[in-house]
């Protein structure tokens, strides 16, 4: 790839006001930049524009296909970067993942769960997850519903192979600031709610929500993650 492609200084560019707009986020929500985690979403991005943000100081990237991440990653720069999964994961897909990522955030139900024990267990290891809830009860996006939130965490944190580490969500598109915020507002007092339980392989430091359209007011209602794409690499361009 030309070095002098000019979408490697856009990306550069994006990076940093990206980081400028996080960090006035924080502040105004009484936090500084370094509370929140500047996710890089990289579904359908070549490599090399990956490995171009991850020299940015990109620590952290989100694939939302399984098979898209293990057909890229031989080809990643990846010391130093955690690497989540953030798209909806079938059951039958756990065993190729599982030991491939860092953290799975879209966890939706208890089987999903029982599976990730499952191949955590063969593998010797503990498998970090987020749980992921429908905020916005919409029939097209996966994630559990609010009030099944409780029920479902008491389940998946008796399992000894998973860790619990947050929740994450994706708000219904609102054309009204005041209607997103209180999606948000409703996601945070719920992670407060599950955070105060106090379980054993649970921390509930993670609260994932935001990305490239409306990050800013998530961090403003409690998120600490937020995951952006387009705004970091541009429109998406899907194979046919």
Same mark, same amino acid.
Request: proline share 1%.
């Given at each position: 790839m030309n070095e002098m492609d000019p979408k490697f200084h856009d990306i550069e560019e994006n990076i940093k006001v990206i980081r400028e707009r996080i960090g006035e986020a924080a502040v105004r929500s009484g936090r500084s930049e370094k509370d929140v985690r500047f996710m890089a979403v990289t579904k359908t991005v070549d490599p090399v524009y990956i490995n171009h943000a991850i020299a940015q100081g990109i620590d952290l990237i989100g694939e939302n296909k399984v098979q898209e991440f293990l057909e890229k990653k031989?080809?990643?720069?990846?010391?130093?970067?955690?690497?989540?999964?953030?798209?909806?994961?079938?059951?039958?897909?756990?065993?190729?993942? +599982?030991?491939?990522?860092?953290m799975?955030?879209?966890? &939706?139900?208890?089987?999903?769960? =029982?599976?990730? *024990?499952?191949? %955590?267990?063969?593998?010797?290891?503990?498998?970090?997850?987020?749980?992921?809830?429908? +905020?916005?009860?919409?029939?097209?996006?996966?994630?559990? &519903?609010?009030?099944?939130?409780? =029920?479902?965490? *008491?389940?998946? %944190?008796?399992?000894?192979?998973?860790?619990i580490g947050g929740l994450m969500t994706i708000p219904p598109i609102c054309e009204n600031p005041a209607e997103l915020r209180k999606f948000f507002e409703e996601m945070y007092q719920l992670f407060l709610d599950i955070r105060s339980k106090n379980r054993d392989n649970v921390s509930m430091d993670i609260l994932s929500m935001g990305m490239s359209h409306d990050y800013e007011e998530a961090i403003l209602c409690?998120?600490?993650?937020?995951?952006?794409?387009?705004?970091?690499?541009?429109?998406?361009?899907?194979?046919?």
């Open positions: 031989d080809r990643l720069h990846l010391d130093g970067v955690e690497k989540h999964l953030i798209g909806h994961l079938q059951s039958n897909k756990v065993r190729k993942i +599982v030991t491939e990522v860092d799975i955030q879209s966890v &939706d139900s208890v089987s999903l769960a =029982e599976e990730i *024990e499952r191949r %955590a267990a063969a593998n010797n290891m503990t498998a970090k997850i987020l749980l992921e809830v429908n +905020v916005g009860g919409e029939a097209s996006k996966t994630g559990m &519903d609010k009030s099944q939130v409780t =029920e479902i965490f *008491e389940q998946i %944190a008796e399992m000894k192979h998973i860790f409690g998120a600490n993650l937020v995951r952006i794409g387009s705004a970091v690499f541009g429109p998406r361009i899907y194979q046919k």
